[in-house]
């Protein structure tokens, strides 16, 4: 930031040095024709008049040296030299410009710019790539086998893993904190969708104990129940799915994506448990 600004001032004096200093220096008049000279070449042809009218007779000896002496003394009057003049440029507008300049300059950086960007505090921090998650992740990892009785930092290797899609790491995680998971409907219901996936999507056994362990933790936790009738439908009890998830389906609103989910999955069980349709090809009836 320091950098920018002195930059930014060297830059500025420069270009306030090389609009001023012209501005500031003494300006000659450009020469030219004074209103003296287009006077005295007027007295001259008059004079000249004079001469051709004497000479033609027009006018008299004594009209003509009244009239000579009148001119030339206009002619010496008009033949008086005149001051050259000089202006000097006044120093108002330079120092107008030197502070206006970089005043308006300031003003409109940020006004128009991001001055918030020259503080490194205020920058936003980077996103880090998948390398750099990854070898976040492992670290984590080495430090929590070597202090495991840290169920927390296994939660957090748990869920780190669950981002990258490794969820049999996120399983074996979750099995390390059980202390600190089996408290938590929540981290009950991870641990139960975690041991799911490992194993192609089959809800029974474990996955089903996390799960009704859940429930009776906390009656209205909704995961936990749309698991357990998902748990119900492989194994075909098509009544305790339909059950489970109505329950679930009473604390969403009608317009939400879960809602609209378990219309769908209620009215599928629903046509199975009538005989409507032919029940699905395959269950997930056991690991």
Not at 35 to 47: I, T
Request: charged letters at 25%.
């Amino acid at each position: 930031m320091t950098g920018f600004i002195l930059a930014a001032v060297a830059l500025a004096a420069v270009t306030v040095l090389l609009l001023v200093v012209p501005l500031a220096r003494h300006r000659k008049s450009a020469p030219g024709a004074s209103q003296a000279d287009a006077s005295l070449a007027v007295l001259k042809d008059q004079l000249a008049e004079l001469e051709r009218d004497l000479a033609a007779g027009t006018i008299g000896r004594e009209t003509y040296e009244a009239a000579q002496k009148e001119l030339k003394a206009r002619l010496l009057e008009d033949a008086a030299p005149e001051p050259a003049p000089t202006e000097r440029a006044s120093l108002a507008p330079p120092l107008a410009i030197a502070i206006l300049l970089p005043a308006c300059a300031v003003g409109l950086y940020i006004w128009l710019g991001a001055p918030a960007a020259l503080d490194p505090q205020q920058r936003p921090a980077e996103v880090p790539n998948a390398a750099q998650i990854e070898g976040m992740v492992e670290r984590l990892a080495k430090k929590m086998e070597s202090s495991p009785d840290d169920p927390q930092g296994w939660l957090m290797l748990a869920r780190s893993y669950r981002v990258l899609g490794r969820n049999a790491d996120a399983a074996r995680a979750y099995s390390k904190a059980e202390s600190a998971v089996a408290a938590d409907p929540k981290l009950l219901t991870d641990y139960a969708e975690a041991l799911a996936l490992v194993h192609e999507g089959s809800l029974q056994g474990k996955p089903t104990e996390l799960l009704t362990r859940a429930l009776q933790l906390d009656p209205k936790h909704a995961p936990a129940r749309m698991l357990l009738g998902a748990a119900a439908f492989q194994r075909e009890d098509w009544a305790a799915a339909i059950g489970e998830w109505e329950t679930a389906r009473a604390q969403y609103a009608a317009d939400t994506e879960e809602a609209r989910i378990l219309d769908d999955s209620i009215a599928r069980a629903r046509e199975y448990a009538s005989g409507a349709v032919p029940k699905p090809p395959a269950s997930k009836k056991g690991n």
